[in-house]
């Protein structure tokens, strides 16, 4: 029995394992609160922007690099993160992303800094044909990067195998993880939410995944960050607003006030108040057989 055989022969339904915790994660408050996906993130689009101003992503475009791409295929590609760093050394980015509001930030600094050579699709990776994303770039991607959108994507097979078929090079897959999971927040969750805090899916099931698509991937740790400068703690708190429903009761506010306190997530630098926040990141990549 070969290894793909034998994958299949456990009987686990990764796929389903990653999409049914994400959802139970917060897709399912999102999708309640807002409609869709595509619709939160419209809304949600500045406050990310301004979170992710100060992140260490971009970092791994050195990484990137390496493989001396022409051109990128940016899947998710949110605010630009990846595609405006990118789009400065390489001939041609195609970004899609399918909020309009995340999309309209990636535009405007596209502008700002007088990159021309980014093709913005606005449409969910799964609406998508490898056809129109060939025509595009007149054939196959050097280099396919997604940062952090797995957590929406429905059909993972599908999705991973398009990827594949469109790419010449290198595939990048940028995911979260439960590793070094913040015992603090566990403790507060419940004060916060007025819930138990879901179990969040392992980057174990992506990997599976792409087992299952009798494809091999290195897996690489990323220590993430991100901060973000305020002008109060309470600023911080109404951060929150945006995960849960109607508006934070007192209680909430000071269960979120405890947690930030006790997890040291809020600092001052040259007499400026910040919020940090750090996660370990999963770097999921293969080289894509032609």
Same mark, same amino acid.
């Not at 913040?182 to 087992?211: F, G, N, S, W």
């Not at 269960?255 to 400026?272: H, K, N, Q, V």
């Given at each position: 029995?070969?290894?793909?055989?034998?994958?299949?022969?456990?009987?686990?339904?990764?796929? #389903?394992?990653?999409?049914?915790?994400? $959802?139970?994660?917060?897709?399912?408050?999102?999708?309640?609160?807002?409609?869709?996906?595509?619709?939160?993130?419209?809304?949600?689009?500045?406050?990310?922007?301004?979170?992710? @101003?100060?992140?260490?992503?971009?970092?791994?475009?050195? *990484?990137?690099?390496?493989?001396?791409?022409?051109?990128?295929?940016?899947?998710?590609?949110?605010?630009?993160?990846?595609?405006?760093?990118?789009?400065?050394?390489?001939?041609?980015?195609?970004?899609?992303?399918?909020?309009?509001?995340?999309?309209?930030?990636l535009k405007n600094h596209a502008a700002k800094?007088?990159?021309?050579?980014?093709?913005?699709?606005?449409?969910?990776?799964?609406?998508?044909?490898?056809?129109? $994303? /060939?025509?595009?770039?007149?054939?196959?991607?050097?280099?396919?990067?997604?940062?952090?959108?797995?957590?929406?994507?429905?059909? $993972?097979?599908?999705?991973? *195998?398009?990827?594949?078929?469109?790419?010449? =090079?290198?595939?990048?897959?940028?995911?979260?993880?439960?590793?070094?999971?913040?015992?603090?927040?566990?403790?507060?969750?419940?004060?916060?939410?007025?819930?138990?805090?879901?179990?969040?899916?392992?980057?174990?099931?992506?990997?599976?995944?792409?087992?299952?698509?009798?494809i091999h991937p290195n897996i690489e740790m990323?220590?993430?960050?991100? *901060?973000?400068?305020?002008?109060?703690?309470?600023e911080v708190i109404d951060l929150w607003k945006?995960? /849960?429903?109607?508006? $934070?009761?007192?209680?909430?506010?000071?269960?979120?006030?405890?947690?930030?306190?006790?997890?040291?997530?809020? =600092?001052? @630098?040259? =007499?400026?108040?910040?919020?940090?926040?750090?996660? #370990?990141?999963?770097?999921?990549?293969?080289?894509?057989?032609?």
């Amino acid at each position: 029995m070969n290894n793909k055989n034998k994958i299949s022969a456990l009987n686990i339904e990764w796929a #389903k394992m990653w999409q049914d915790g994400i $959802l139970n994660a917060w897709s399912h408050q999102y999708i309640k609160k807002y409609g869709s996906i595509p619709e939160a993130w419209n809304h949600k689009a500045q406050e990310y922007a301004k979170t992710m @101003e100060h992140s260490n992503r971009a970092q791994l475009v050195q *990484k990137l690099e390496q493989h001396k791409p022409e051109t990128v295929l940016d899947v998710g590609a949110g605010t630009g993160i990846f595609a405006l760093h990118l789009a400065k050394r390489v001939k041609r980015v195609v970004a899609v992303e399918p909020s309009v509001g995340m999309l309209d930030i990636l535009k405007n600094h596209a502008a700002k800094h007088n990159l021309t050579n980014i093709e913005c699709i606005n449409k969910k990776w799964e609406d998508t044909t490898i056809d129109e $994303l /060939i025509e595009i770039n007149s054939g196959k991607y050097d280099l396919i990067i997604s940062s952090h959108a797995l957590y929406y994507i429905t059909d $993972l097979h599908e999705a991973f *195998k398009r990827m594949n078929d469109l790419c010449k =090079g290198y595939v990048y897959l940028l995911i979260g993880t439960d590793a070094n999971k913040d015992k603090t927040y566990e403790k507060y969750y419940e004060r916060i939410y007025k819930k138990p805090m879901p179990l969040y899916p392992d980057y174990a099931c992506l990997y599976m995944v792409l087992r299952e698509l009798d494809i091999h991937p290195n897996i690489e740790m990323f220590d993430a960050y991100a *901060k973000r400068y305020v002008n109060s703690v309470e600023e911080v708190i109404d951060l929150w607003k945006d995960n /849960i429903d109607g508006e $934070l009761s007192e209680e909430q506010r000071e269960a979120i006030r405890e947690y930030l306190t006790e997890s040291r997530m809020i =600092g001052e @630098e040259d =007499g400026r108040l910040y919020w940090e926040w750090r996660s #370990k990141d999963a770097l999921i990549y293969w080289r894509a057989e032609e």
